[in-house]
Structures are given as structure tokens and as C-alpha cells.
């Protein structure tokens, strides 16, 4: 199978070989085995699920929570025409039926879906009757309670696998811990383990913390440096992209700023804009980077500390995909951990303040209570808190939580194009001509212009038509939901606004809850996740990468010689044996007694004074041990590991 699969990867992909281990996960697959595969960000996981199925008969189902990767991956699988199509809220009725029925009578290769969608009556119908090659999910990470981002939709996943009981299911994922890793695979009801995972160690990235006051003076010497190649800034707040990107540009430093508060139209010309190298700084909230794979990326600095240590390794993890030396560098002001646990507080409101406001979201939506359940609603969070005199940020929190219970999902503004799919049959096209001679120029121009138009949706331009018709725009769409209004076609005018889809009727808030899993649970979580953070920050005497490799279960001895703890290390004139050596006979004695200063070189007396001196100076400066009110050395309070 292994000749099957290189060759698809050679026809569609124009790889000659597969990377480390996509090829072994690929065979796994095959042999209709469920598999679980850690590969690091910019690791190659959609070759995985792509590949596999390609080779085997069916249509591969692809859960994922990312709309802008959906449409990005299903473009490019089109591109090289593989068949393929997206469900995800915001989408016509039609749309979704069309690619239900292509799904099941083997017009598709790939459907992604959005986990939301799949305990849907429509799905649950549709995939009954579809041959099912492969079910692929995305960020499997999601579906466990312990994981960064759980979802509670993607527990559902497990349900719709008795509709397709030989299907093998491929779960993928950058980061995972030991807990989340055996959590998928029970969520997900493998039928035996079976994990395939590359080291997470990144050798050509190094990760630095760097405590500082001035983090825009810092940020300036690091861009100036880089000479080649591009970088990203992230930060927490939409509106300090812009000013930290109007402060690089007015410092000479070319950068733009992004998130998903801005029109689609305007974040994809700025992501192009850097992606081709036209830009070299983006400065953006921490969604940005999902499905980008930009090899360039030279540094990433972090203004903020982030949530959580799976969030900043695959945000720092977006540097040096080109496996050339890259850095991350995340800056620490005096009072970012206090700002740190604020926003954990204010990630949890109220409840009583959550429910509030999902009784404000109902009205000012329209829906009754009892009603929703299925439909999609355009939204805009700004207006809504605006209306209702909320805080942004604790309506952005409290929706957050919510879509975790599962009662709606949220998608940001994307730029959909206007649509059109004609629904009148041969016959009857030339019944419906003669009898409405007036529309007779714009059905011609629609069937020579936009083949395909008769079995799907295709993507027009009101402006091109007006112009190749001479008519206004205005003109063009009165023509078109006339068209409309006969049942003779479908049309879709183009749309930026975010979407909210309903997942439930819409509930009376006397029975309105969160549960444990979702609220009480996830908040403690998040505040070990919290501390996590704070504890790496805090270590200045162990390499950081030797650290984040430890939180995600992987042992390492040796320290990456290049990170801003190794640094300083490599300033001692001692090799790291004698330094592993003397540190570890000193926190020996520590262990048992207070220790003076003098009495040092006698505890390592097979070393040199001098070395077993320098080596107490770095555990004091780097405050592995400590000094009492009489100069004494003692035992730190916190635990440590050298290497």
C-alpha cells in the first residue's frame, strides 16, 4: 500500500516522500486501524487524512472547529480537483443539500463539517446513507475535558461512529499532554491505543522570556535585527494590534495589524500582504496563524503572557517552519502575572450575569422561547453589548461559555462572495424563457458565463455582470431575487457579518445552566493552566525548552544551549558536567543544613574553588537557592530540575 499512497502523494501533492512518521500514520489508516497522531504545527497533519483517503473508496469526513482552514483546505483540494465542500453555519439551506447529496451519490472526496453539525437530522441522514472511507478530526484535543480548548460538541463525534461502524477514525493534534493523549482515545472509542508521536522538541526554535519594563524598546531591537524573513507580535487586545502596529511603522518597521473584528476582505488582503512578504511584521490576536503555513517566520514576540502553555508553544511553535534558526520571545512586565490571573477571573462571570445575558442574546434576536433550534442569525457582538449596555468583554466570555455548553456556536465575519445556483431544470428553462422573455438576457449570460451553475452553487459578481450587461448593479440584483421569487433559481448575495448559529430552541431562563464540566471544572482547570504559565515564567534555572517539553510528557536531558536561562549558563567558565555535578552535591547538603558561604568549596572539594564558586553565584542569581538574614545558603521553597 505504502507504493498506492506514494504515488497519490507525488500526482495530486508533488511531494517525492512523505515527512517523519506521516507515512507510518498513513499505513495505520489504511489498515483500518483508529490512530491518533501528535505531529508539532506545520508538522504536515492534513497530508495524513488527505492522503489515506484519496487511496481508498468513499468520501473522508474531516471535523474540524476552523471555518478559515475548512475554506482554505477545501479551495486548495479543488485547486488540484479533488472534489470537495464545507458545511459550516452561515451556509444557504440549498448549499448544505447540495453537498449532502453529492456526499452520498459519490460526488465528493472530502466533507468538512464543523462539530456542531454532526448530530444534526440532516447529517444523521445523510452519512446513514454515504460510503464513509475515513472520519478525520482536527484538534482532536477538543473533545477532552482536560484539554486547552475542550468543546463539548466534539464528545458528540462518538456518536455518529455505530452509522459508520468499520470506518477507522484518525484523530490529529499538535499539543496534547499525557492526560488529554489517553482522553481522546477513550472519547473517541478506539477499539485498541494506537498513537504515533514525533518528539516535541523543535531544535531550530528557541524559546526566551525576557523581563523587562520597556517591551516596545525590546520589540524594536529584535525586528531591527531580523534581517530576513517576516514575524509575528501577539497580543490579547484588538485594539492594541493597531497601536503596536502604527508604533513599528512609525519606528520603520513595516507591519500591519489583524483580527477578527476587521471586514474579511480587509484581514485577507493584510494576511497576503505578509504572507508574500510585502509586510514584515503582523501584529494580531491569537487566532491568527490557524492553517497558515508561512515556512519564513523568524520571530514571534508574545506582549502578553498567554492563557496557557499548550496556546503559547503552538503560537511560538508558528516560528521556523523553513526548519531554519528561529526565536520566540515572550515579554514579561512586572505586572502582567497579576493581569494574568484578572483575566482568568474575568474568563468566568457570574452566573447569574451569564444568564442575563443569553436572555438579552434571545431578544435581541427575535427568537421565542422554543424557537432557534438549527438556525443561523447574523451577529454582531459590538452592537449586541452596545444595545444592552454589557461590557464587550463580558459578553464575549459569557458566549464563549456558552458555545461550550453547546447551546450555539459562533463564527467570525468571513467574505463570502454572492452566489448562485439555478434550480429550474432543462425542460424547464425554455418553458420559463418563453414565458418571461424579459429575463431571457440574463439567464443566457448565466449559462454561458458560469458553467456548472445548473448542479451547484457558483460564485458571481454583481459588478461584472452589470457591466457586461450595461445595466446598474442595482438592476443586476432586482433581476436576481426576482428570479428568486419564481422558484427558477437561488441566490446568495454577499455577506461579511459574523454568524451565530442555534444548536437548541432557545431555553426559558428558569431552566437556564451551566454545567460542572463546562463552568466549575474548566475554571479550575484553567487556573492549573494559569500556574503553569506563571511557573515558566518564573524558572530562570532551567532551559525552557527542556521545561515545555516536560508539561507535555516528554523527558530531555540535554538543555537547547540557546535560550535566555542557557545564555547565561554558557557565560560560566565551567562545562555542564562540572556545573550538573557541583549544583547537585550543594542541593545535597542543603537538603540537610544551612550551609555558610565558605563552606562551599570543601562540599564539591574534588572541583576547583573557583568553578564551585561561580556555580553557587548562577544558583543564587538565578534563585535556585537563597541566602538567610546571615548570608547563609539554604534550600529554595519551590522545586527545580537542572537539566
Not at 216 to 241: A, D, E, H
Request: neutral net charge; contains cysteine.
Amino acid at each position: 500500500m505504502s507504493e498506492l499512497t506514494r504515488s497519490v502523494l507525488v500526482k495530486y501533492w508533488g511531494y517525492p516522500s512523505f515527512r517523519p512518521m506521516q507515512e507510518d500514520i498513513v499505513d495505520s489508516v489504511i489498515d483500518g486501524r483508529d490512530t491518533l497522531a501528535l505531529l508539532p504545527t506545520g508538522g504536515g497533519k492534513s497530508i495524513c487524512f488527505q492522503v489515506p483517503a484519496m487511496a481508498m473508496e468513499g468520501v473522508c469526513i474531516v471535523v474540524t472547529p476552523l471555518i478559515s482552514l475548512m475554506k482554505d483546505q477545501v479551495q486548495h483540494l479543488r485547486n488540484i480537483n479533488i472534489p470537495a465542500a464545507a458545511i459550516y453555519s452561515g451556509l444557504h439551506p440549498s448549499e448544505v443539500e447540495i453537498a449532502y447529496n453529492k456526499a452520498v451519490f459519490g460526488g465528493l472526496k472530502f466533507l468538512y463539517v464543523s462539530p456542531e453539525r454532526l448530530m444534526t437530522d440532516a447529517f444523521i441522514e445523510a452519512i446513514k446513507k454515504m460510503k464513509v472511507c475515513l472520519l478525520a478530526i482536527d484538534e482532536s484535543h477538543c473533545i477532552s475535558q482536560w484539554g486547552y480548548d475542550f468543546r463539548p460538541p466534539y464528545l458528540k463525534i462518538a456518536e455518529i461512529r455505530p452509522y459508520i461502524p468499520t470506518t477507522p477514525v484518525l484523530a490529529l493534534t499538535a499539543t496534547a499532554t499525557p492526560n488529554v493523549v489517553e482522553d481522546i482515545q477513550y472519547r473517541l472509542g478506539f477499539k485498541e491505543r494506537n498513537v504515533f508521536q514525533t518528539s516535541y522538541e523543535r531544535k531550530n526554535v528557541t524559546y526566551n522570556v525576557i523581563k523587562v519594563p520597556d517591551k516596545y524598546g525590546v520589540m524594536f531591537r529584535l525586528f531591527s535585527k531580523m534581517t530576513t524573513g517576516s514575524g509575528i507580535v501577539y497580543v490579547r487586545s484588538r485594539k492594541r494590534t493597531k497601536v503596536i502596529a502604527d508604533w513599528l511603522q512609525s519606528a520603520g518597521i513595516s507591519a500591519t495589524f489583524y483580527h477578527a473584528g476587521i471586514d474579511a476582505k480587509t484581514r485577507d488582503e493584510r494576511q497576503k500582504m505578509w504572507m508574500d512578504g510585502k509586510i514584515k511584521v503582523i501584529v494580531a490576536t491569537n487566532a491568527f496563524g490557524m492553517g497558515i503555513d508561512k515556512p519564513d517566520v523568524r520571530v514571534v514576540v508574545h506582549m502578553d503572557l498567554p492563557d496557557s502553555l499548550e496556546a503559547y508553544f503552538q503560537e511560538a511553535g508558528r516560528a521556523g517552519r523553513d526548519l531554519k534558526p528561529s526565536e520566540a520571545f515572550l515579554l514579561v512586565a512586572d505586572t502582567d502575572i497579576k493581569q494574568l490571573k484578572d483575566n482568568l477571573q474575568q474568563s468566568y462571570p457570574e452566573l447569574d450575569r451569564i444568564k442575563t445575558i443569553y436572555e438579552a442574546l434571545g431578544n435581541y434576536l427575535q427568537i421565542p422561547v422554543g424557537a432557534g433550534n438549527g438556525q443561523s442569525y447574523p451577529f454582531d457582538m459590538n452592537e449586541f453589548a452596545q444595545s444592552y449596555g454589557f461590557q464587550l468583554l463580558e459578553v464575549f466570555n459569557s458566549l464563549k461559555l456558552m458555545e461550550r455548553e453547546g447551546f450555539f456556536s459562533l463564527s467570525e465575519a468571513m467574505d463570502t462572495p454572492s452566489q448562485i445556483f439555478i434550480k429550474a431544470s432543462r425542460e424547464d428553462l425554455y418553458r420559463f424563457q418563453v414565458e418571461y422573455p424579459d429575463f431571457d438576457v440574463m439567464i443566457k449570460y448565466l449559462l454561458r458565463n458560469y458553467p456548472g451553475i445548473l448542479s451547484d452553487f457558483v460564485k458571481i459578481k454583481e459588478e461584472q455582470i452589470s457591466h457586461k450587461l450595461g445595466i446598474d448593479i442595482e438592476k443586476v440584483e432586482q433581476t436576481l431575487k426576482k428570479l428568486e421569487s419564481f422558484n427558477f433559481l437561488t441566490y446568495i448575495q454577499r455577506s461579511d457579518r459574523p454568524q451565530i448559529l442555534f444548536l437548541t430552541e432557545r431555553q426559558d431562563t428558569r431552566h437556564f445552566a451551566l454545567s460542572d464540566e463546562v463552568y466549575k471544572d474548566r475554571k479550575e482547570d484553567a487556573t492549573k493552566r494559569v500556574q503553569a504559565v506563571i511557573d515558566f515564567v518564573n524558572n530562570d534555572a532551567e532551559c525552557r525548552s527542556v521545561q515545555l517539553l516536560r508539561y507535555f510528557g516528554e523527558k530531555i536531558k540535554s538543555r537547547c544551549g540557546k535560550c535566555d536561562v542557557c545564555s547565561i549558563r554558557n557565560q560560566m567558565n565551567i562545562n555542564d558536567e562540572e556545573f550538573k555535578n557541583i549544583s547537585e552535591l550543594i542541593l545535597e547538603e542543603l537538603k540537610k543544613r544551612v550551609v555558610p558561604l565558605y563552606e562551599t568549596p570543601s562540599i564539591a572539594k574534588n572541583y576547583m574553588e573557583e568553578k564551585v564558586l561561580e556555580t553557587v553565584r548562577w544558583m543564587l542569581d538565578s534563585g535556585v537557592i537563597e541566602q538567610d538574614e546571615n548570608g547563609n545558603l539554604k534550600e529554595k521553597g519551590r522545586q527545580w530540575t537542572l537539566f
